[in-house]
């Protein structure tokens, strides 16, 4: 009997995974542009939203939430949570706070969060955590998926040139709510 090939059976099979995000690629070349795309970020962004933030030490994570906190009008600076696991940053403005979570150190993932008892409402927050792959996906079925890598040069690695991508996952993202728009913001 005749197998049928692997890739034969995958392209017949429906990707619902592809038909329910969006995803866009940026190419970041300051810490200020990093701020920049936080600030865009943040025009998307309702309560209730979570935020995976994914790169490695140095990437930019705390460089594109200081432009979120600034983009949501947000009290006090976004600084790396070094000493603390999570900081709330309440809304000047009327509205959500920003939740800064930094899960490297939080082992035990959604329960340890939780115990946190950080004195807030997270479906009335926007919550972006740092170092949250595998952690706090259970927190919401929709999630912003910010990953940044250094840029390889061919020789070099280039210093201060970061690609981002930003993947919206699940049915809150799925037309797209508007990420097209962000590399565009950018380009100028
Ligand atoms: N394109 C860039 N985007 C973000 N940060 C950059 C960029 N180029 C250089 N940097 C520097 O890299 C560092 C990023 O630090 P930080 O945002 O704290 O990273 P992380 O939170 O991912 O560990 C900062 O010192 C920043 O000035
Ligand atoms: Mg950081």
Known sequence: MEEVPLEAQRSQAPAPEAAA????RITIDSPDAMQE?????????????LVLLTGELGAGKTTLTRGLGEGLGVRGAVTSP????????????????LVH?????LGGGLDEMEDLDLDVSLPESVV???W???KVEELSDDRLHVVIARAVGHEEVLDDVR???????????SAG????????????
Not at 101 to 105: C, G, I
Not at 177 to 188: M, N, P, R, T, V
Request: aromatic share 4%; charged share 20%; glycine share 18%.
């Open 21 to 24: 995000g969006a995803e866009t």
């Open 37 to 49: 795309l936080g600030r865009g970020i943040a025009a998307l962004l309702r309560p209730g939203d």
């Open 82 to 97: 070094t000493f603390v696991i999570a900081r709330v940053h309440p809304s000047l403005t009327g509205g959500p706070a």
């Open 101 to 105: 979570v930094d899960a490297y150190r």
């Open 128 to 130: 972006v955590v740092e």
């Open 132 to 134: 949250g792959d595998g």
């Open 163 to 173: 690609e981002v991508v930003v993947r919206g996952v699940g049915e809150r993202w």
């Open 177 to 188: 709510a508007g990420l097209d728009a962000l590399a565009g913001a950018l380009s100028e």
